[in-house]
């Protein structure tokens, strides 16, 4: 599955297609479940929808540099992302608070096969 343009939400699933890669300009969100994403230099990856929740990632994720990851807070909630294999990151992180009070501690990303890398940069 390729996302070129736009945005694609998934509050289902699509982890049966044999992969996603998410080019530049576009945005994958939703609160289902994906097989092993790319997001490329220029995507965005955006989990929740209306409002705060978890994108299941069926596989790796690989956040490549120049890829945007944002995660909205909302007083104790974060959106999340959730990886059943490795995550490598990259790219920005953007922060973007739903409410004044965003003081928690937040786990925005778990991976059960292990992260490497970092985000470059990080914006709130």
Known sequence: TSVTGGTLVVDGSIA???GLTVGSGATIRGIGTLPG???SAGGFL???NASLGTLNIDGNLTLASGSTTTIRVN???????????TATLSGT???????ASFNNP???LTATGGRTGTFSTSTV
Do not use: C, E, N, R
């Open 16 to 18: 049966s297609s044999s």
């Open 37 to 39: 994403t790319i997001v």
């Open 46 to 48: 955006a989990p929740g």
């Open 75 to 85: 007083g104790a909630l974060a959106d999340k992302v959730m990886v059943t294999g």
């Open 93 to 99: 992180l953007q922060v973007v608070p739903q409410s």
């Open 106 to 108: 937040y786990t925005i």
